[in-house]
């Protein structure tokens, strides 16, 4: 997740791009750049904040240009890997958002052709293939250049000596900005806000041509299309949320393509690189704090079912302490930042002691991922809010593709098992697409129960970490005392407190689990506590031991907590918002802990 603005009319385009560039910062902030054309074509990148390079770079001079701030998914957040790109030639420059599946083989071929690569990263290839491409018009050179690319972007490219702006997208937000006699391109009206309120959107597989005084789309057979603008009602506060009260919310439904940006390229084919190649484990240990560990926790089941591997899990501040030495041949550490203090000092202590070490992390070129072995970076893009949302759900997402290739690797996986789990990977945006459209129902629920005092999560297998995640929301945004336990071990001892006052959501899917839940949820109903079940689509049964239920599609279990978690982010959410707690930034919490 990146941002992107273009602008040409009459103005100096610099000082415009970079304002509105400061507006899309939430989209990435990890490197950031900006091409003018002028007399010649300025280009000027930085690594950190759009404030570091507005420092650095050098005065501009044109009234057409594209800037660009990054969120880094393939390669690292340095000046080189920053955008824009341009081409061998210095005569054209682009702008990037989002994932070019294909890049190493477009590389490949144009480097045989003799073009010059300058960074690590999927975008420059599209410099390139436009270069390869431009014979006459800008436009045509983009829309054969697009056709070779798979994966999903938007882009926006300048040529020195044109006056225009051509861009394009694939499942990344494009959209164009109506001004009298200028115009802009961004990759969302948040940063066009204070210039004009009326836009065009422009659909996928669509090319557009923007001048200072027209705007000319065409469709992916390169027929032209007629759209009307349409005049945006937000302010400018709302728009940086993208329309959202708040960025928790916001962030829970971008889940979706969250977890289809981080499959992209790695489930394609059953023959894409192993993570480990070289080895073959005995055993693993998953390490992490906080959600991070649930996520460990549930990985733990997944690793077990798919590898056939034993998986133990632990919090980072214990395992740094704890005096065994070489437990585990590989050792996953599990952190969004990348920067969690006790999950650094793990990581160190693992390589002391001799281990394998693999990250699994959202930030890219963080602290923990220069102290490990291997890398695999979830691609959830920035989370704002504190509660951590879209990247517990792709750093699932990241455990099932690592457990897949050590199923691979130890042959516990056959090559048929191993599609069939890709299929489900693949299913999972829309059956969490199914929990947002029932946003209002959990909605209802929240203000039936938001005045509890406390309430406990239960569950059983995969789903009894989901249980410990539900708790930890709710007890972060809505203060309400939540207590995650496994099913089972109700009756040595929580059952004392359960009362008609501690709603119990219960987590019963349909699973070798099943028949025991409900016996777990009759004896808290027989104690007075009303309880919220989530089971799938389709089970009456449920219905009539539970107060409530919250139904999702039927998928396999093993699957299943990647839509009942987000049941549950939203029922934490409105939770809080039904008791006026400030969301994104509950008290005493940061998002990144630095310290121990
Ligand atoms: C809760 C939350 C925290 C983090 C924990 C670890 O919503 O976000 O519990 O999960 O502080 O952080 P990372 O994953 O950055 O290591």
Redesign the pocket.
Known sequence: MCGIVGYVGPRRAQPILIDCLKRLEYRGYDSAGIAVVGKSLQLFKSEGEISVLEGKMPEMEGSLGIAHTRWATQGKPTTENAHPFADCSNMLAIVHNGIISNFMDLRDALKADGHVFSSETDTEVFAHLVESELEGDLLGAVQRAVAKVEGTYAFAVVAQGGDEIVATRRESPLVIGLGNGENFVASDVTALLKHTNRMLYIEDGEVVRVTKDSVRILDSSGKDVRREPQKVAWNIEDAEKGGYPHFMLKEIYEQPSAIHDSLLGRVESLDTEPFFSDSTFSNVKIV??????HAGLVGKYIIEELAKIPTTVQISSEYRYSSVSRESPLMVL???????LD?MAAAREARKRGNKTVAIANVMGSAITREVDHVIYTRAGPEIG???TK?FVTQLVALYLLAMDLGAQNRTLSALARRAIIGQLRSLPRAVQDVLNKAQEIEALAKKYHGARDMFFIGRNVNYPVALEGA??TK?ISYIHGEGYPAGELKHGPLALISKDSPVVAIAIKDHTYDKMLGNISEVSARGSPVIAIGFEGDTELAKFADDVIYIREIPPLFSPVPVIVALQLFSYYLARERGCPIDKPRN?A???TVD
């Not at 992490?288 to 560990?293: H, K, L, P, R, V």
């Open positions: 992490a704090c906080g959600t991070s560990y599990v952190t969004q930042s990348g920067e969690t999950t504190v509660a951590a990247t930890l929301k972060e919490i998002k990144t802990v």
